[in-house]
């Protein structure tokens, strides 16, 4: 893959990974406002919305972790090759 083309799986990755944590926030800060205020089916729906930010952050960084021991990998493996 082209320089250009990782840096914008990056930040694209990143921007994605940002998302699902605020949403993470939003739905937990939801469930717990609704658990408040007794209403029945909010406290669920936030936390369904927490869970999902939940894995799609997950997901994402362990995506961004498999990509950086790519690089690492590859760096390595150029070092490598200049010493020999």
């Given at each position: 893959?082209?320089e ?68 690492h ?12």
């Amino acid at each position: 893959m082209s320089e250009h083309k990782t840096q914008a799986v990056a930040e694209v990755a990143a921007a994605v990974s940002s998302v699902a944590s605020k949403t993470t926030y939003v739905g937990a800060g939801t469930g717990f406002f609704a658990w408040l205020l007794s209403i029945d089916v909010l406290p669920l729906l936030g936390f369904l919305l927490a869970l999902a930010g939940f894995i799609v952050n997950l997901a994402f960084k362990c995506l961004e972790n498999k990509r950086a021991q790519e690089l690492h990998d590859l760096k390595k493996k150029e070092y490598m090759n200049e010493i020999h």
